[in-house]
């Protein structure tokens, strides 16, 4: 069974750091592009980020771009984003998805995990 | 960056009725690379369809989608009580991958 399962959410204040995990099992994790995927309390779904399989190429949302960095260990199975200079619009549960096919860039997300909530305040 | 707009925001329809949400999209999706997902409350987004009108492994034929270009349709031929959650369409076909805002069903 494929499984995503983050982890490392928590409340932090404006301009610290936090760095989130997704645990990856069920599949061959290095054929596969990763996502990070938010969602504001009530609000809607926003791509954050992306990475292939490697980790040679990573892109961004412009919201976060030199702030988050994407990063993957395919011994551990294990997908990373590390949060630098955290806002308060930064408050939102996310979640790691997988893309539906592997080695494929352009390919809807199946499955999800089930998210991990990130609260940035003082 | 392609944005992805929905319409309505939210649509108040019965068990049994027919439910036809709306997704356009601020230039024309390459090859279809459109897809849709159901969100209930704290859960995760679930995949419904992609490549417009194909259908997700387990999803129920009641769900069907369509379009091209820049207009989307995912229709939900009779609605049951579970299917009444948010449905956000996404675009896969470019770097900076977009949803929609959302299409609220809610019971009447």
């Known amino acids: 069974e494929v499984q995503l399962v983050e982890s490392g959410g928590d409340l932090v204040q404006p301009g610290g750091s936090l760095r989130l995990s997704c645990a990856a099992s069920g599949f061959t994790f290095s054929h596969y592009w990763m996502h990070w995927v938010r969602q504001a309390p009530g609000k809607g779904l926003v791509w954050v980020s992306h990475i292939n399989g490697d980790g040679a190429y990573t892109t961004y949302a412009d919201s976060v771009k030199g702030r988050f960095t994407v990063s993957r260990d395919n011994a551990k199975n294990t997908l990373y984003l590390q949060m630098n200079s955290l806002r308060a619009e930064d408050t939102a549960v996310y979640y790691c998805?997988?893309?539906?096919?592997?080695?494929?860039?352009?390919?809807?997300?199946?499955?999800w995990g089930q998210g991990t909530l990130v609260t940035v305040s003082s | 960056e392609i944005v992805l707009t929905q319409s309505p925001g939210t649509l108040s329809l019965s068990p049994g009725e027919r439910a036809t949400l709306s997704c356009r999209a601020s230039?024309?999706?390459?090859?279809?690379?459109l897809a849709w997902y159901q969100q209930k409350p704290g859960q995760a987004p679930r995949l419904l369809m992609y490549g417009a009108s194909s259908r997700a492994t387990g999803i129920p034929d009641r769900f069907s989608g369509s379009g091209s270009g820049t207009d989307f349709t995912l229709t939900i031929s009779r609605l049951e009580p579970e299917d009444f959650a948010v449905y956000y369409c996404?675009?896969?076909?470019?770097?900076?991958?977009?949803f929609g805002q959302g299409t609220k069903l809610e019971i009447k």
């Open positions: 230039q024309s999706v390459s090859s279809s690379y």
């Open positions: 998805a997988r893309p539906g096919s592997a080695f494929s860039k352009y390919i809807w997300f199946d499955p």
């Open positions: 996404q675009q896969y076909g470019s770097s900076q991958f977009t």
